[in-house]
């Protein structure tokens, strides 16, 4: 049984900075490409920043510069370092996993290609 399970979220004051969790379970972690997303109601969820097994990553322009993604193998967990936040930052954050066959370059960034989400985690700036 698969699962990811996001923590770190939070409200926080523009600039400041957050890192969030990803806790997975039920499959190799190595074996599988990771990435990171957000969603505010009403809107398509965004895409962040994905990481492959080997640490190659992906991250999308919007955030490229304030937020960083990595993994520790070890400890099956997945980060996401955000910086300099801003108020339109404000989302619900998610983790998602798909198999390292599927993690090609040009779909890395794309949330229609992942099998497994965790639940969410809320962050609110302002």
């Known amino acids: 049984h698969v699962q990811l399970v996001e923590y770190g979220g939070g409200s926080v004051q523009a600039g400041e900075s957050l890192r969030l969790s990803c806790v997975v379970s039920?499959?190799?972690?190595?074996?599988?490409?990771m990435g990171w997303f957000r969603q505010v109601p009403g809107n398509e969820r965004e895409p962040l920043a994905s990481?492959?097994?080997?640490?190659?990553?992906s991250v999308a322009d919007s955030v490229k510069g304030r937020f960083t993604i990595s993994q520790d193998n070890a400890k099956n967990t997945l980060y996401l370092q955000m910086d300099s936040l801003k108020p339109e930052d404000t989302a619900m954050y998610y983790c998602?996993?798909?198999?390292?066959?599927?993690?090609?370059?040009?779909?890395?960034?794309?949330?229609?290609?992942?099998?497994?989400w965790g639940q969410g985690t809320q962050v609110t700036v302002s």
């Open positions: 039920g499959y190799r972690y190595s074996t599988y490409c």
């Open positions: 990481i492959d097994s080997d640490g190659r990553t």
């Open positions: 998602a996993a798909k198999p390292r066959y599927k993690c090609l370059p040009r779909s890395r960034l794309v949330s229609g290609t992942y099998n497994y």
